[in-house]
């Protein structure tokens, strides 16, 4: 049997980035590709790699098998065990376990050499910071993150963002029909079966504003419009009053060039209560439910998108250098 990988897989699979995020269209091709790069890294001796999923019972459903028969092709399998979903590779004594992220702190205690977080946007991200990023230390593991987005909120976006910026990095997005697997045919059945946003999401790889967040396209009588948009330039020090935009749907900004010391964007509880004293807590930050405001790191290529009636403001800018952005607010078409 002959591996093949199209264009777009092999793009990924040729980066030398010790964190590769790989975002898709569904039916991209993705399993495919984790499945070979988990043999690559395999053929390597004694070497610790783990893909995980959301949930023990995804890894299963989403590659158990697929893997097991490309294994067995090569003749590659020298043990395996179906109850922890782990095979041994002949040789090369490498072992390749199939995880759930659902009972994350359960991952600790183990050192990687390759890590595959499929899916990786339904993945609680503290599994990620608070235990898996531990485990490629030691062995300067390498990580693959692959999956479809779930909108800017998540934190999916800040990883592919993270790809844009960082040298250990590197970011990746492709739609379905770039994966090769689905027709242009089917894909634009499918765009006229569900509604946009979904189909940006799950065709086209697209991050959107998620359907819970500032609005919905059918609670809006009028198509809302970009009403106005002005650039920022703040040197050191830097910064801005806390304020509103009226008459307005929702505000947002895009940074141009800044770093995370250059003034975060800060965003007021607006609940009355939010300003009473609160009492000392015995351990521990507050969950996110009692913050009083919201701090926002302002990253080079990062947008963020609220609410135009909360307040807001910007810290003064700590860094040496101009932190740039560009401001918008959309309105109601019409109004």
């Not at 399998?77 to 782990?86: A, W």
Request: aromatic share 12%.
């Amino acid at each position: 049997m002959k591996i093949s990988l199209t264009k777009p897989q092999l793009k990924v699979s040729s980066s030398d980035s010790r964190f590769r995020v790989l975002i898709s269209g569904r039916r991209f091709g993705k399993t495919y590709l984790c499945i070979t790069e988990m043999m690559k890294y395999a053929t390597k001796p004694n070497q610790k790699i783990w893909y995980i999923a959301p949930t023990f019972k995804m890894a299963k459903e989403i590659v158990w098998a697929n893997l097991k028969e490309m294994l067995n092709q090569f003749n590659w399998i020298e043990d395996i065990n179906e109850t922890t979903m782990t095979i041994t590779i002949r040789k090369s004594n490498s072992t390749i376990s199939l995880k759930g992220a659902d009972n994350y702190d359960g991952l600790r205690g183990s050192g990687l050499n390759f890590l595959i977080l499929d899916e990786f946007a339904d993945i609680d991200k503290r599994a990620w910071y608070e235990v898996l990023r531990a485990s490629v230390s030691d062995t300067l593991g390498k990580v693959l993150f692959c999956g479809t987005p779930k909108g800017y909120g998540n934190w999916s976006y800040e990883l592919y963002l993270k790809g844009k910026q960082d040298a250990e990095w590197d970011s990746y997005q492709y739609t379905t029909v770039e994966g090769g697997m689905v027709s242009a045919e089917e894909i634009e059945q499918a765009k006229q079966d569900i509604d946009i946003r979904t189909f940006r999401q799950e065709f086209e790889a697209s991050f959107e504003i998620s359907s819970g967040g500032i609005f919905k396209e059918e609670w809006l009588d009028r198509e809302p419009v970009l009403g106005n948009m002005w650039a920022n330039i703040n040197p050191k020090e830097g910064s801005n009053q806390p304020h509103i935009h009226p008459n307005s749907l929702f505000s947002g900004v895009y940074y141009v060039k800044s770093n995370p010391k250059a003034g975060r964007l800060k965003i007021y509880d607006p609940r009355p209560g939010a300003q009473i004293v609160m009492p000392v807590r015995k351990e521990g930050k507050p969950p996110k439910h009692l913050w009083r405001d919201a701090n926002l790191d302002p990253i080079t290529g990062r947008i963020i998108i609220f609410p135009a009636w909360l307040w807001h403001a910007v810290e003064p800018n700590q860094s040496d250098e101009l932190r740039i952005s560009v401001s918008f607010n959309f309105i109601q078409h019409g109004f």
